[in-house]
């Protein structure tokens, strides 16, 4: 009588994907927190309340449009390791770190431009709290887009490897899902802060 030889079942979810989906939510909920914070500490209708309204740096809609690039370089990094394009996909990774590496720049500009408007992150009145809520959203903002960056870097290196294609997914599916995510909080944070000044 043979032996039956059994394979263990593959897990309906995959370990990484729910971590990453986890961490993305833990992410959302401490955004949610700082945007409440920003909007509960707002003057009220009458204006009571130390609050200085400015207008964003132009830095910032840079951001905007160099992240949305990233998504469509993204999604063609995605795109083109799902169809075994081994090529394009080094290639669509490596454009889509270099615009993230812009979207820094670009972030660090605006900041520099808070700076000279005397927009810091401590103002001369201690309870102006204004400008301080856009540093610590920006800032916690930049510290996920650096993970995305890292990411981005090591799945470029997994793909030069050739570690990335149709049967193996997994890591170039987490970059992908992460980077649309910081991209696509971003662009809300942005109209947030541009609208709610």
């Not at 290196?157 to 193996?168: D, F, T």
């Amino acid at each position: 009588m043979k032996a039956v030889k059994y394979k263990d079942p593959k897990p309906a979810v995959v370990p990484a994907k729910l971590n990453l989906w986890l961490f993305m939510l833990a992410s959302s909920m401490l955004f949610a927190a700082t945007v409440s914070a920003f909007i509960v500490h707002r003057p009220d209708a009458e204006g009571r309340g130390a609050w200085t309204a400015f207008d964003l740096p132009i830095f910032f809609l840079y951001s905007t449009i160099i992240v949305l690039l990233s998504s469509i370089t993204a999604f063609y990094a995605y795109k083109s390791a799902k169809n075994d394009e081994l090529s394009q996909n080094k290639t669509w990774l490596l454009v889509t770190t270099v615009l993230g590496t812009l979207f820094c720049v670009s972030q660090y500009l605006g900041w520099q431009q808070m700076v000279r408007l005397e927009l810091t992150f401590v103002n001369a009145r201690p309870e102006d709290i204004s400008a301080s809520y856009v540093w610590v959203i920006t800032m916690l903002h930049f510290i996920h887009i650096l993970g995305g960056i890292g990411l981005l870097i090591g799945t470029w290196i997994q793909a030069i490897r050739l570690n990335v294609h149709k049967k193996s997914m997994t890591l170039m599916s987490i970059t992908h899902t992460y980077w649309h995510f910081v991209g696509l909080l971003w662009i809300f944070l942005y109209l947030f802060l541009y609208f709610a000044q």
